[in-house]
């Protein structure tokens, strides 16, 4: 299994830090409790994601606010996208993956299918963005109601024929940002 090498994640740590800190979410955690619940966070249960490794999370999520960013900025003439908002949604919308999934304990399946991780008992049947926003919300962390459904967009994707295409602007761009990501790590996965 893939793992961040420490010089890596410091790299990423900072990236992250300094976004976290950009956006004014640092005042509501642990930042040294943060640090080490991402460096050993997976992003994904199984190896063919190319995101399902210690570390992979902030890897995943300094991907995904680069590409938003990038998205945003491309879009600008066009729609105005707050960028606070952005990142905020950016930074946040993955974070529940910390205590949804855990390391898989049955060797057969990390051998024979490469699910490295499986799913944590948590209570409630939350998606992880729905389970995000409760996380955020339970650390006194307010969000508007675009960056609520912009943390939810991924968690929608079955629910409603052709719901994506109502969205907010904010919704879309990460939306985007996110699947980019997963293909790009899925692509990177197939060249190791």
Known sequence: MKTVLTSDFEKEWTTFYNNIREVGL????????????????SCALSDDTGCAYPGALIVHINLITALATRIAKMI????????????????????SKIEMFEPNDNQWEIDKRGLNYKFAETEGKLKFGERSILNAMNRGITLSAEEFEAIRCLDKENEEKGGKYFECVLATVVRQANELAYAIEKEKYKRI
């Open 76 to 95: 600008s003439g066009t729609f105005n996208i707050n960028t606070i908002s952005l990142l905020r949604v950016c930074l946040l919308m993955h974070l």
């Open 26 to 41: 640092d005042r509501f955690y642990d930042i040294e409790t943060l640090k080490a619940q991402l460096k050993i966070a």
